[in-house]
């Protein structure tokens, strides 16, 4: 095993060894020397001997971290900037949650901004954060042009999360919408030809045009011919799904026979909605974008599709660590991260096993 040098100032003061000769002489990177030593190795998936290689590693020269001395060696406010859309939605809380631990373990704290899905507020937030000095952003934005970021880039390194801003370059970490919702829908459209309607928000965003791409390929796949009227998009916010549902219900006098929300916060809205007409339940089938725990113990058997919020965490933070150490990023500047489909109608289940056998009739 690699020996640190011993000088005479290791004598004196001999757990100065930092996180990054740890990863040195592990031969890891910084990002997953800092997860062992911090008790993330198993919950991130480092292989049980690289975990023994970094414990051993810091045992044998006792170290113990000095986030006072890092900040006294360095110019760096060990805080970085996140800006979302709303913490109170789903999505963003479980992202907002995972980024905030991952950073905290390594010294960073994370400064959360909220910009309202609105681009000038956007912009007076994260100037606010970077007169904070903050040494990154991640940023879930809702802007469609990226020329103030691209400026930013140069002298504060910024990682996109969940949303591409137009056709931007920078690095970019988010969900396969694509592949999920296709494989969800195709299932749908086999059991309900005739009907399929398909609830969606915010139709100018990365994230609502892959959906409705995943949409539209999976009734492609089962045969199936959309109808405009199937397709309703508003905005993200719960109100939204619920006047939809409403106004569905109004028109056809009944629910529909099945229905994709493309997001969990328009689920919400479908649901209150069925809540107090509860004679709109019967013969309805749902499925949304986005799980949550709770749809297990509904009454109604909803299929999802489950974002993986811990994959999509840590790459935007190895991203974002990589950057602000002027290290290339190990990884495509483009990740996109697959997404699960939790069966949980029947029907679904016994057509999805179909399908992953090519069976699934055409």
Known sequence: MKKLPVTGSDVKQPNRITISNIAELAGVSKATASLVLNGKGDE?????????????????????????????????????????????????????RELESLFRNVGIQIIIACSDED??????????????????LIVISSN?????????????????????????????????????TANLIQVL??????????FGGEPG???????????ALGLQRANVSPRAEWIRQRNYFSYSGYDMMEEVCNELGRSPKALFTASFSLL????????????????????????????????????????????????AFSALMALMEDKPLSAPVTQNIPARIRWRHPESRRLSKLLATDLLPQ
Request: charge should be negative; proline fraction near 5%.
């Open 205 to 215: 965003l990365t994230p609502s045009k892959q959906r409705l791409e995943g949409y």
């Open 144 to 180: 469609t042009s990226d020329e103030a970021y691209s400026k930013i880039h140069s002298y504060v390194p910024v990682v996109q999360l969940g949303r591409q801003i137009g056709d931007s370059s920078l690095p970019l970490i988010m969900t396969d919408a694509t592949a999920a």
């Open 44 to 96: 991130y998936r480092v292989s049980e001997e690289t975990q023994q290689r970094i414990l051993l590693i810091a045992e044998e020269h006792r170290y113990q971290p000095s986030f006072h001395a890092r900040a006294l060696r360095s110019s760096r406010s060990h805080t970085i900037g996140l800006v979302l859309p709303f913490l109170t939605q789903f999505t963003h809380a479980s992202l907002a």
């Open 119 to 136: 681009p000038e507020q956007e912009r007076v937030v994260v100037n606010n954060l970077l007169q904070r000095q903050v040494d990154g």
């Open 268 to 315: 919400e809205g479908v649901l209150q909605y069925l809540n107090q007409n509860p004679q709109m339940q019967q013969g309805l089938h749902l499925a949304s974008f986005d799980d949550h725990e709770l749809l297990d113990f509904m009454p109604l058997r909803i299929d999802s599709i489950a974002q993986d919020y811990t994959a999509l965490a840590f790459n």
């Open 189 to 198: 459209a086999t059991q309900y030809p005739d009907e399929v309607y398909y």
